[in-house]
């Protein structure tokens, strides 16, 4: 029997709407130079994003929920929605959201997907919005759950909470609070630099409410200098369907200039910066011998 549980991100529309305009208001009435601000056209394309998000994401919930619910009936197990037992689902969730955010970051097929979500220059309220089109990427990573007696409607129900929470650290408005927070959750100081493209915070603070797994992991890196949003390479498009699909495309012009299978699957499996070693140009390497001496040696 599917668990009744409340649609938190519908519940939520009102106040994600009510607080992106105070958050408007708060720029026109206390300017910040230093800060990235609105502007018109990037928050059209964060909004318009997320309203697309919804419609595809209901499409890959369909053959989601399908493998979700057969492993579900495959497992004994069984976790009731309790009272107490909704808190350890939310912190399990949030373990592998984690790990599925990681991985999102560090396997390019996956940031093909996650991207979206790091093309803004932007960081307000508008760009907890822009979300991708292909989230048929995360599911896999819930399976142990599922596995583990979590009903579906259950997962969906602490995924939602997950993705509510993090809307409101996606802002410059609110600095560093308490340190008791700072060390056990996600915050605004915490998520600025996971947006950041600086080297040194590039691929930190994965965590989604929580970030004690970046500090268990070794991937949480404090907020020092201001950070400069967006990507190492910016996409300087506003068009969502570009926006949507600009790694992907990437990869398909990569896997057609690939010289080997072994090329091809770096640039599908390997890091986004991922490139193969260079070929060695053994007319060089001999142009400088005298005819007939051995070729140097290499390391094995």
């Avoid at 009272?83 to 969730?93: G, K």
């Avoid at 600095?175 to 996971?194: C, D, I, K």
């Amino acid at each position: 029997m599917s668990p009744n549980l409340p649609d938190v991100v519908l519940w939520s529309i009102p106040a994600f709407v009510l607080l992106t305009v105070l958050e408007i208001v708060s720029y026109r009435l206390r300017p910040d130079e230093d800060a990235a601000g609105y502007e018109a056209k990037d928050a059209a394309t964060s909004i318009g994003m997320g309203l697309g998000s919804l419609v595809f994401d209901f499409l890959w919930k369909i053959p989601i929920v399908a493998v979700y619910l057969a492993v579900y009936e495959l497992t004994p197990l069984r976790v009731p929605v309790l009272w107490w037992t909704v808190p350890l689902m939310l912190l399990a969730q949030d373990f592998f959201y984690y790990w599925s955010h990681r991985g999102h970051h560090v396997v390019r097929i996956l940031w093909a997907c996650h991207v979206v979500h790091h093309s803004s220059r932007k960081f307000n309220f508008s760009t907890a919005l822009r979300q991708p089109w292909t989230s048929w990427t995360v599911w896999p990573f819930y399976l142990p759950l599922i596995a583990c007696g979590v009903h579906p409607a259950a997962l969906a129900f602490c995924s939602s909470a997950n993705l509510v929470y993090q809307f409101w650290v996606h802002t410059e408005r609110i600095g560093r609070l308490p340190r008791p927070v700072e060390y056990v959750l996600n915050t605004p100081s915490h998520h600025r630099v996971h947006h950041a493209s600086q080297g040194g915070y590039l691929d930190r603070n994965f965590g989604g409410i929580l970030i004690v797994w970046d500090r268990l992991f070794g991937t949480f890196t404090a907020e020092t200098v201001r950070p400069v949003y967006g990507l190492t390479k910016n996409i300087d498009t506003y068009n969502p369907l570009r926006v949507a699909t600009h790694e992907y495309a990437a990869i398909a012009r990569d896997l057609r200039a690939a010289r080997s299978w072994r090329e091809r699957a770096g640039r599908v499996l390997r890091g986004p910066g991922w490139q193969p070693a260079p070929v060695p140009d053994r007319a060089a390497e001999t142009a400088g011998r005298p005819t007939g001496a051995p070729a140097p040696e290499t390391a094995a």
